[in-house]
DNA sequence: TCTGTATTTAGATATACTTCTAATTAGATT
DNA sequence: AATCTAATTAGAAGTATATCTAAATACAGA
């Protein structure tokens, strides 16, 4: 099946949302049971058995025997344990994400606070100003040492005010400084680092 | 919390069953958000996000640090980690229907098919056949040894037909005999031996 | 103190889900 | 074949959930 991540946990978790649905799992994992006895013992009716057995069957959580009329399912503790043990693997948190356009955010305030090259406005949420740092620390290249002459005239071209910009670069952790001279770093939201 | 096992997983499910949650998890799993910005990653409202966002926090799987008027949130992965872990421990399962009065459906099945001590007619659906002879069984004490001559008249106060009766009750395994001798046995369930 | 910004809360609406009854299917028993 | 039994499917009704708009809260900056 081509299915995303997203879509496989969406699944799983929707199946497992509902308070029937768990106490058959729990039933099943003692004992095997026909719809009816199911119905009986949580006091449900046959149909309603049926549908909610049709959500466990899609993920395979039950197997099933006939025996004459009656339809015996049992828990499959295989596929249970073996979901449960995939599905939040700490390295695929990620791709629950993976169809989301990170650009939108810094697309939206950017549109808000530059006019072409120009900051126009400086935001006073503390988010909105990193992506206007970010943005500015681009125009600067990677492996590259500016005098502070140089930093001040590139900031210039965007904002008037190349001094408070410039130290909050440094400050920030977009650039560096060492006796005089500038340079571009990877940035790391000093904030994560627990 | 004196929360039940139950109540506990089935308020993990209902959170995590749902699109949106799952891709704020997903978000947060790489950088901090303020809800603004994850209201525009996800093309939804604020209140939609802080809506979301309460979930979330009623599992503890979110953190959050106050900067000026942002809320940056975070993903706790340690929480996520530990309540994957520990929550389908194969041994837990059961109490899931802790609360499940597991004698309803046989006390269907007897209402309908006994009057008094005497079966009054054999249902012909297997887990209904079982539960009768599972209730006839019980007419014999474990750790005695009975002669065919004792079975009959023990099953004979229950219904006419004792040959079937004693027959099936070995065949199924609730009895068990040698030389001509029968004794109850403990009963297994031969159909969940995988 | 007043204005602006980000979030949250309250309340309304639209959608999705659970459960039921009624009808249908499938298979066993007479 | 005809009847009975158990399960499933279809469709309807009630309940719960997601999302929105509008209003309220909390706080920052001027």
Redesign the pocket.
């Known amino acids: 099946m081509d299915e995303t991540h997203l879509e496989t946990l969406l699944n799983f978790f929707?199946v497992l949302?509902?308070?029937?649905?768990l106490k058959i799992l729990g039933i099943l994992s003692t004992r095997e049971c026909?719809?009816?006895e199911l119905a009986t013992l949580l006091s449900?009716?046959?149909?309603?058995?049926?549908?909610?057995?049709?959500?466990l069957k899609s993920l395979n959580l039950v197997d099933?025997s006939i025996i004459?009329?009656?339809?015996l399912y049992r828990l499959n503790a295989v596929v249970l344990q073996a979901m449960n043990k995939e599905i939040f693997a700490q390295e695929k948190l990620p791709f629950l994400a993976e169809d989301v356009d990170y650009t939108a955010y810094e697309r939206k305030v950017l549109s808000t606070f530059l006019d072409g090259e120009r900051i126009t406005a400086i935001?006073?949420?503390y988010k909105?100003r990193m992506v206007i740092y970010r943005w500015l620390a681009e125009k600067f290249e990677f492996d590259k040492q500016y005098q502070e002459q140089e930093v001040n005239t590139i900031i210039s071209e965007h904002h008037p005010d190349y001094a408070s910009f410039r130290r909050d670069l440094v400050d920030l952790g977009f650039m560096a400084r060492e006796r005089g001279m500038y340079w571009r770093t990877e940035w790391q939201n000093p904030r994560l680092d627990n």
Chains 1, 2 share one sequence.
């Not at 949302?17 to 649905?21: I, V």
């Not at 449900?44 to 959500?55: A, D, G, M, R, W």
């Open positions: 929707k949302a509902n308070e029937n649905r026909s719809v009816e449900v009716k046959e149909p309603t058995i049926s549908h909610h057995l049709n959500h099933l004459g009329n009656d339809h935001p006073s949420g909105k």
